[in-house]
């Protein structure tokens, strides 16, 4: 029983990984509408993942607001102060 559930989870995990990969690739288009090839590829899959890591659920909504006026993303002590603060404010 329990190498059949091992099984199933893995193929799960597998099947959620490669659809991950497609969607990444099927996003990989060239301004004109033409797939991408080589480090071209490679780099944009390579952006898409990593942007699709910074969306997960993990990333805290403070995180998320933290934008100065002109709607650029705060950085560095502004950043961290920001947060700070929103994340005090949530609680209360």
Do not use: Q
């Not at 893995?10 to 288009?29: M, P, Q, R, W, Y």
């Not at 933290?66 to 920001?82: D, Q, W």
Request: hydrophobic fraction near 45%.
């Amino acid at each position: 029983m329990r190498n059949l559930l091992a099984v199933v989870l893995s193929a799960l995990f597998i099947a959620n990984t490669a659809f991950a990969d497609d969607s990444c690739e099927a996003k990989a288009v060239s301004k004109d509408g033409k797939p991408l090839a080589g480090a071209a590829k490679a780099a944009s899959i390579k952006k898409c993942e990593k942007e699709a890591a910074a969306a997960a659920p993990a990333a805290s909504s403070c995180e998320s607001k933290a934008v100065s006026k002109e709607g650029k993303p705060l950085a560095g002590a502004a950043k961290a102060a920001f947060i700070k603060k929103c994340e005090k404010d949530e609680k209360k």
